[in-house]
């Protein structure tokens, strides 16, 4: 079964910086492609960034772009969110997500597990 775990959310200022985290466990990890997603209170939850298989190809929200950066780490079975910049408005619950194959896609369609969210809190 695959299980996937976020970590290194937290309060930050408006300008500041975190990296999230997420690792995931039950099948092999260099295969699949991986998301970023985030939900703010009342809103739909939403795309933030996606990696392939390999780590070649990412994508990105455009009020993320210059600002957010995705990678992983297959040796160590992560997949990481550095987020600079920050804003209020990136103030949400950030989830990682997993497809079943090794290509990007920039909806939720398609991304088969998540983990459980991890709070990311913007203070202006």
């Known amino acids: 079964q695959v299980h996937l775990v976020e970590s290194g959310g937290g309060l930050v200022q408006a300008g500041g910086s975190l990296r999230l985290s997420c690792v995931a466990s039950?099948?092999?990890?260099?295969?699949?492609?991986m998301g970023w997603f985030r939900q703010a209170p009342g809103k739909e939850r939403e795309f933030v960034a996606a990696i392939s298989w390999s780590g070649e190809m990412t994508s990105y929200e455009d009020s993320v772009k210059g600002r957010f950066t995705i990678s992983r780490d297959n040796a160590r079975n992560t997949v990481y969110l550095r987020m600079n910049s920050l804003k209020p408005e990136d103030t949400a619950a950030y989830y990682c997500?997993?497809?079943?194959?090794?290509?990007?896609?920039?909806?939720?369609?398609?991304?088969?597990?998540w983990g459980q969210g991890t709070q990311v809190t913007v203070s202006s």
């Open positions: 997500a997993q497809r079943n194959n090794g290509g990007i896609k920039l909806n939720e369609e398609g991304y088969y597990y």
């Open positions: 039950g099948r092999t990890f260099s295969n699949y492609a």
